[in-house]
């Protein structure tokens, strides 16, 4: 059975942050990115309301009825290319993190293109739940993507995540391997070509 999803607005800003945060306590990458517990909570939700602020005004942003799961996505062409953690907010709230986080960025950048896309920045689950009531999540966004036709590019931080994208029509490329730290893992699903109403 599949949770019910819906997009979150600017009014959900400050639970889709806290929902996004509670999720990556336990993530490796977030735990190389800051590796004090004490410290990572607020240095995630710093970055993170940043993020999902610019996500609900450019992308898409969906949520679990339950807020059991959080799936945001950025719409990349060639007019906007836009990162919405810039170097600016990383030097003032991430703190002693700071080139961790860069080497993050400059590791994800590496990875995707230049032509039209929709990119998956995250996709988490709260600590209680299974990575299955993720796939609405999926699914639903799937539904814009396939409307244009757009392939969809994501890099997910763990095996669980990677395996549940493959059961959604996703590749995962080789991992990314981060100085001196965990993994990652590029996810691509292709593009589906529209039909013209001439074609077949």
Same mark, same amino acid.
């Given at each position: 059975?599949s949770?019910?999803? !819906?997009q979150?607005?600017?009014?959900?800003?400050?639970?889709? %942050?806290?929902?996004?945060?509670?999720?990556?306590?336990q993530?490796?990458?977030?735990?190389?990115?800051?590796?004090? #517990?004490?410290?990572?909570?607020?240095? &995630?939700?710093?970055?993170?309301?940043? @993020?999902i602020?610019?996500?609900? @005004? %450019?992308?898409h942003?969906y949520? %679990?009825?339950?807020?059991?799961?959080?799936?945001?996505?950025?719409?990349?062409?060639?007019?906007?290319? !836009?990162?919405?953690?810039?170097?600016?907010h990383?030097?003032?709230?991430?703190?002693?993190?700071?080139?961790?986080?860069? @080497? &993050?960025?400059?590791?994800?950048?590496?990875?995707g293109?230049?032509? #039209?896309?929709? *990119?998956?920045? *995250?996709?988490?689950v709260?600590?209680?739940? +299974?990575?299955?009531?993720? +796939? @609405? &999540? &999926?699914a639903?966004?799937h539904?814009?993507?396939?409307?244009? $036709?757009?392939?969809?590019? +994501?890099?997910?931080?763990?095996?669980?995540?990677?395996?549940?994208?493959?059961?959604? +029509?996703?590749?995962? $490329?080789? #991992?990314?391997?981060?100085?001196?730290?965990?993994s990652?893992?590029?996810? %691509? !699903?292709?593009?589906?070509?529209? !039909?013209?109403?001439?074609? $077949?």
């Open positions: 059975m949770t019910p999803v !819906r979150a607005g600017p009014g959900d800003v400050a639970a889709a %942050t806290a929902l996004l945060v509670d999720a990556l306590q993530d490796p990458v977030a735990q190389w990115l800051v590796p004090d #517990p004490n410290e990572r909570p607020d240095v &995630l939700h710093r970055l993170l309301a940043v @993020e602020d610019h996500a609900v @005004e %450019t992308g942003v949520v %679990t009825l339950d807020w059991s799961a959080i799936a945001v996505w950025r719409r990349h062409d060639l007019n906007a290319d !836009r990162w919405a953690l810039s170097d600016y990383l030097t003032t709230f991430a703190g002693r993190s700071t080139n961790r986080f860069a @080497e &993050l960025n400059a590791a994800v950048r590496c990875y293109s230049a032509a #039209p896309h929709h *990119w998956l920045s *995250w996709l988490a709260h600590p209680d739940y +299974g990575w299955h009531v993720a +796939g @609405e &999540l &999926l639903q966004h539904r814009v993507v396939d409307a244009v $036709g757009h392939p969809a590019y +994501g890099v997910v931080t763990t095996e669980a995540a990677r395996d549940l994208l493959g059961e959604h +029509g996703y590749h995962a $490329g080789l #991992p990314l391997e981060l100085p001196d730290g965990p990652l893992w590029p996810v %691509t !699903r292709a593009g589906r070509p529209i !039909r013209s109403s001439s074609s $077949g």
